[in-house]
Structure formats: structure tokens, C-alpha cells
């Protein structure tokens, strides 16, 4: 019998081709769990499996998916991850698309359909499809991943924040909803990593200085085990 924390678990991780995703996915696979890697980019998927091939022996299931224009393979999810494993045990969503820092009174209704549709329309979509397994589950685990954009209301951050807050009230009302339940719901902030996204943002930034994935992957996983007990928390993640 596997001693491993996450030995049996099934998990699917959203953006998981790069960055926190595929560390978080890399970590979860060495704890034990099969993931599920969801992203829109076919070769970094591949390269994720390939770490954790290299890292555990066994692959990964790749679901190469782009969460804002693919709503029906996505409303599926839930159900077809059942019929192929079983189960459902963790859900991460850890894909996030920053677009442009702009104005408030220049965002254009394209930019903004792409940063709500991924950041916060996909969390709902995923609460949906994910809903009844993690519930099924005796351990189910969900975790969301938000950003300090919207705590600090800085100028032309509104449009990421306002989806990330929008995607924090939906995880954390689930939360309240499903209280009484064994399912465990939290929000998780990364802090200042050294990812695509906040290169993007910040492109003078030394990344040397910050935080890796790999720093706060172990911190991430931790909230998914059955042994966590929060619920409802908006947890800071230290390296």
C-alpha cells in the first residue's frame, strides 16, 4: 500500500503548462496523484508530462483546452474525468490571462471578454462540471489561485482585478455552500512569483529576486491534501 500523501487522488489543474500550474501539477504527481493537466498550449503540456514521467515513472492525462472559446468540452469535464477514473479529489485553478494593463475607460470589450472569461467565467464553469465529485469525494479539495491586484486597486489593474475578485466571491460563496460537507474550498495567494504573467506586467522586474513556482508549488499542494482543514480561507503562500 503507497504511503504517498496523494496515492489514489485524482486532480485536474488548470494552466498547467508553464509556471505555477506545471509546478503545482509536477508536485501533485510526486505526492502520489494522477493529474489531469488542462492548458491551451499542446507542447508545454507535453514537457509537464515529461517532467513528471521523469519525476514518478507514470504520465499525466493532457487536456489541451482553450477555456474561453471551448465552454462545452468544459461544461464535460467533471463527468468525463469521472467516467475514465473514477473519481474527481482536487481541483486547481491556476490559468490566469492578464492581457493589457490599461485604463479603466479604455478597456476594450475584446480584452475584456478574454481576462473574465478565463479568470473568473472558467472558475464558475469549473465549480459546475467539478461540483459533484469533490462533493462525492471523502477528501475533495478545491483551490483557486487570485492576485494582490485586487486587494490594492492600483491604476490599470481594474480589469484583472475585477475578474479575479468576481472569481473569489464565486469560489468562496461555493465555499459557504458546501460548508457541511467533507469538500474543502480556499483561495490561495502566491504572492510575488517569477511566472510569464508578472513578467508581463512588470518587465523591468529583476526575477532573479523573486519567488519561483517551485518555491510555492509544496505550499499549493498542502492545501489539497485531506489532512488540510481550512475552508473558505484566503491563504497566503509562503515559500
Same mark, same amino acid.
Given at each position: 500500500m503507497s504511503t504517498l500523501p496523494?496515492?489514489?487522488?485524482?486532480? *485536474?489543474?488548470?494552466? #498547467?503548462?508553464?509556471?505555477?500550474?506545471?509546478a503545482l501539477a509536477l508536485q501533485l504527481a510526486t505526492m502520489g496523484a494522477q493529474c489531469?493537466? *488542462?492548458?491551451?498550449?499542446?507542447?508545454?503540456?507535453?514537457?509537464?508530462?515529461?517532467?513528471?514521467?521523469?519525476?514518478?515513472?507514470r504520465g499525466a492525462t493532457l487536456l489541451p483546452m482553450d477555456l474561453q472559446r471551448q465552454e462545452k468540452e468544459l461544461d464535460m469535464l467533471g463527468p468525463s474525468i469521472v467516467e475514465r477514473f473514477g473519481r474527481l479529489d482536487i481541483l486547481v485553478h491556476a490559468a490566469g490571462v492578464l492581457n493589457k494593463l490599461t485604463p479603466v475607460a479604455h478597456i476594450e470589450p475584446r480584452d475584456w471578454n478574454e481576462v473574465v472569461a478565463v479568470n473568473m467565467t472558467a472558475a464558475w464553469r469549473l465549480i459546475r462540471t467539478c461540483d459533484p465529485p469533490l462533493r462525492a469525494s471523502d477528501a475533495g479539495r478545491a483551490v483557486f489561485l487570485t492576485s494582490f491586484a485586487l486587494?490594492?486597486?492600483?491604476a490599470y489593474w481594474g480589469m484583472y482585478g475585477a475578474a479575479k475578485a468576481g472569481m473569489e466571491h464565486l469560489a468562496l460563496t461555493w465555499a459557504a455552500?458546501?460548508?457541511?460537507? &467533507?469538500?474543502?474550498?480556499?483561495? #490561495?495567494?502566491?504572492?510575488?512569483?517569477?511566472?510569464y504573467l508578472r513578467a508581463h506586467a512588470f518587465p523591468g522586474q529583476d526575477k532573479a529576486k523573486l519567488r519561483t &513556482?517551485?518555491?510555492?508549488?509544496?505550499?499549493?499542494?498542502?492545501?489539497?491534501?485531506?489532512?488540510e482543514t481550512r475552508h473558505g480561507a484566503r491563504v497566503a503562500i509562503e515559500a
Amino acid at each position: 500500500m503507497s504511503t504517498l500523501p496523494l496515492a489514489d487522488r485524482v486532480a *485536474l489543474v488548470t494552466g #498547467a503548462s508553464r509556471g505555477i500550474g506545471a509546478a503545482l501539477a509536477l508536485q501533485l504527481a510526486t505526492m502520489g496523484a494522477q493529474c489531469v493537466l *488542462l492548458a491551451r498550449t499542446q507542447g508545454g503540456l507535453e514537457e509537464v508530462d515529461d517532467a513528471i514521467r521523469g519525476a514518478t515513472g507514470r504520465g499525466a492525462t493532457l487536456l489541451p483546452m482553450d477555456l474561453q472559446r471551448q465552454e462545452k468540452e468544459l461544461d464535460m469535464l467533471g463527468p468525463s474525468i469521472v467516467e475514465r477514473f473514477g473519481r474527481l479529489d482536487i481541483l486547481v485553478h491556476a490559468a490566469g490571462v492578464l492581457n493589457k494593463l490599461t485604463p479603466v475607460a479604455h478597456i476594450e470589450p475584446r480584452d475584456w471578454n478574454e481576462v473574465v472569461a478565463v479568470n473568473m467565467t472558467a472558475a464558475w464553469r469549473l465549480i459546475r462540471t467539478c461540483d459533484p465529485p469533490l462533493r462525492a469525494s471523502d477528501a475533495g479539495r478545491a483551490v483557486f489561485l487570485t492576485s494582490f491586484a485586487l486587494d490594492a486597486h492600483t491604476a490599470y489593474w481594474g480589469m484583472y482585478g475585477a475578474a479575479k475578485a468576481g472569481m473569489e466571491h464565486l469560489a468562496l460563496t461555493w465555499a459557504a455552500e458546501v460548508s457541511k460537507t &467533507p469538500l474543502r474550498v480556499n483561495i #490561495a495567494d502566491p504572492g510575488e512569483v517569477g511566472t510569464y504573467l508578472r513578467a508581463h506586467a512588470f518587465p523591468g522586474q529583476d526575477k532573479a529576486k523573486l519567488r519561483t &513556482p517551485q518555491d510555492v508549488a509544496p505550499g499549493l499542494a498542502a492545501l489539497c491534501t485531506p489532512e488540510e482543514t481550512r475552508h473558505g480561507a484566503r491563504v497566503a503562500i509562503e515559500a
